[in-house]
């Protein structure tokens, strides 16, 4: 599968409910960011807390041409945290966190305009 990052093309195949449903998209907080030495797109190490019922997760981005380790620790982000474990580079990213490509190709992270609990679930 090919993901577009054209905000002009088509929709994607379409999905039934069910199959959202099974994309566990979590609201958790960055607790730790590193730059990812070695990456070939400018990339981050982040530890992101997603509560009690699913704890810690490591996830790399390529989010570093607009954010520093500064900028995003105690910020909220939005991830899927069901899928397997991929390892990236010399890293194990255990969440995809969510981003939209703005104007120039750079990810732009997707999180709640208000606080939320970690763990909370997207519907």
């Known amino acids: 599968m090919h993901l577009d990052h ?3 093309a088509p929709p994607g195949e379409t999905i039934s ?36 019922g699913i704890g810690e997760r490591r996830s790399v981005g390529q ?24 390892q990236i580079g010399k890293a194990l990213s255990e969440a995809l966190t969510l981003g939209f490509a703005d104007e120039e190709g750079r990810v732009v992270l997707f999180s709640p305009d208000k606080p939320v609990p970690n763990g909370s679930r997207l519907f």
């Not at 995003?72 to 899927?80: D, F, I, M, N, Y």
């Open 6 to 8: 054209d905000p002009e």
């Open 17 to 52: 409910f069910d199959d959202f449903l099974r994309v566990d998209v979590r609201v958790g907080t960055v607790i730790a960011a590193e730059v990812h030495d070695g990456a070939r797109k400018p990339s981050l190490k982040l530890r992101i807390d997603f509560g009690l």
């Open 63 to 86: 989010v570093a041409a607009l954010y520093t380790p500064e900028d995003l620790v105690g910020r909220q982000v939005a991830a899927v945290v069901n899928f397997p474990p991929r």
